[in-house]
């Protein structure tokens, strides 16, 4: 699997289309052939995957048991929203209103690539998730991968 970097700022037009970044665009090449699959994220944001690796989200949902009513819960909440998109000649693509009225988004925006999916963000919702942010990041560091291979530090 290869991941994707780099933060990128973009603007919407007035009919909500934004056209990939070309530093984006290059680290996904098979978007223009497959698509991409855009939903919600676990906060006010929105998160674009790969159709691969929206497949393998699918997949991991498929395991869960469907008789438990969390996992529908879940699974329900989880996919309800998500969206196709297809990059236009231009290289545009049109995100659904409903899920930028969700993430609040309005007109300017932050594509931030997390691995292998991008989250979308209203820049002002950004700005302020990032001035916000903890003050200690070497603790949470320690905390979460502390015990991951203990023969490197940071």
């Not at 289309?17 to 098979?30: A, C, V």
């Not at 998109?85 to 690539?113: F, H, M």
């Not at 998730?129 to 905390?143: G, T």
Request: proline share 3%; glycine share 8%; hydrophobic share 40%.
């Amino acid at each position: 699997m290869s991941f994707l970097i780099g933060e990128f700022e973009c603007k919407l037009d007035t009919k909500g289309r934004m056209m990939i970044p070309s530093g984006l665009k290059k680290q996904l090449p098979e978007a223009e052939k497959e698509g991409l699959v855009i939903n919600r994220g676990l906060k006010k944001y929105l998160v674009i995957y790969t159709k691969k690796e929206w497949n393998i989200k699918l997949d991991e949902l498929s395991k869960l048991n469907q008789y438990d009513y969390k996992n529908v819960e879940f699974i329900r909440y989880f996919t309800r929203g998500a969206t196709e998109l297809i990059p236009d000649a231009t290289g545009r693509v049109n995100l659904p209103q409903l899920l930028l009225d969700y993430a609040g988004i309005k007109n300017e925006v932050v594509l931030s690539c997390q691995l292998g999916i991008v989250e979308m963000w209203d820049k002002a919702a950004h700005d302020e998730m990032i001035k916000n942010e903890m003050p200690d990041f070497a603790s949470l560091a320690a905390e979460v991968m502390g015990s991951k291979g203990k023969e490197g530090s940071v």
